[in-house]
């Protein structure tokens, strides 16, 4: 498979019509019987979330942190792959890893001071890649870092609007 050849027609009806490149992706989440859990729903898939069980979750589901991850840690492996496969670098094999510490502290109003959420994300490339050339592999990884659409949002965030339509 060459994603080359798979985009280039999208790449060309891009450029043509740049409006039929924006496109809106969407999560819905649903309360289930517990309130510590829901199902999230993004059209193609349900996923169960829980909270965090050092938050008081049953710690049977992935939490949102883990979701939020996952999604990095998919997008850059898919990225480092497609990337590899359209530079022609040989690559035996990619294993993605991404990290986050956060401190509980924050979530659950311990202390004010104490952020909620991540305050540092680590991820991490394990390539083997005997053939390709450590100017290729630095190349690959730019490229990835660049194009990877979950790492980027989380570099330079989006504008974020809160809205709440209850009765």
Same mark, same amino acid.
């Given at each position: ?15 043509? @019509? ?45 939490? &949102? ?45 311990? @202390? ?26 630095? &190349?690959?990884? @730019? ?20 809205? &709440?339509?209850?009765?």
């Amino acid at each position: 498979m060459d994603p080359r050849e798979l985009q280039r027609p999208l790449k060309q009806g891009y450029r043509a @019509d740049p409006a039929t490149a924006l496109l809106t992706l969407r999560a819905t989440a649903s309360q289930q019987e517990s309130p510590m859990a829901c199902s999230v729903d993004i059209g193609r898939a349900v996923y169960a979330a829980q909270a965090h069980a050092g938050a008081g979750g049953p710690g049977t589901a992935p939490c &949102s942190g883990d979701l939020l991850l996952g999604a990095l840690a998919a997008c850059a492996q898919v990225t480092y792959q497609m990337v590899a496969t359209a530079m022609a670098v040989p690559i035996a094999s990619v294993h993605v890893t991404a990290e986050g510490d956060l401190d509980l502290r924050g979530t659950l109003g311990i @202390d004010t001071e104490t952020p909620v959420g991540f305050t540092a994300v680590r991820l991490s490339f394990g390539v083997a890649a005997p053939e390709a050339t450590p100017e290729q592999l630095a &190349s690959v990884l @730019d490229k990835t870092e660049r194009y990877c659409v979950v790492l980027q949002t989380l570099t330079t965030p989006p504008v974020i609007s809160v809205a &709440s339509s209850g009765s």
